[in-house]
């Protein structure tokens, strides 16, 4: 069993920068278990999308919307990722979510509670 908490969402300008983090918690024995993780985002009415994900070697990839702004990177020590915005635009505003991926011997995905983020023109 895993819990992400997501904060450090908020209300920015556009052109400015945001950094949330996730921290992951539960049993060592999962948190160990966790291969990828990632950052969602959903605006009203729309469904939710990939922003970025980063594997547990380090690999990462974005969607093509936010390449070369938005940076997602991972503290195993910390077992915490962050998304690292910045270039902020109004349609940027959206939930932010979390989540993180647990390989056992079955594959079960996790969810945070998203954060909000809000970009002003």
């Known amino acids: 069993q895993v819990q992400l908490v997501e904060s450090g969402g908020g209300l920015v300008q556009a052109g400015g920068s945001l950094r949330p983090s996730c921290a992951a918690s539960?049993?060592?024995?999962?948190?160990?278990?966790?291969?990828?993780m990632g950052w969602y985002r959903q605006s009203p009415g729309k469904q939710r999308e990939l922003v970025a994900t980063?594997?547990?070697?380090?690999?990462?990839n974005y969607a093509d919307s936010v390449k070369g702004r938005f940076t997602i990177s991972r503290d195993n020590a910390k077992n915490t990722v962050y998304l690292q915005m910045n270039s902020l635009k109004p349609e940027d505003t959206a939930v932010y979510y979390c989540?993180?991926?647990?390989?056992?011997?079955?594959?079960?995905?996790?969810w945070g509670q998203g954060t909000q983020v809000t970009v002003s023109s």
């Open positions: 980063i594997s547990s070697g380090g690999s990462t």
């Open positions: 989540n993180a991926e647990e390989v056992t011997v079955v594959i079960r995905t996790y």
């Open positions: 539960g049993r060592t024995f999962s948190i160990n278990a966790i291969n990828a």
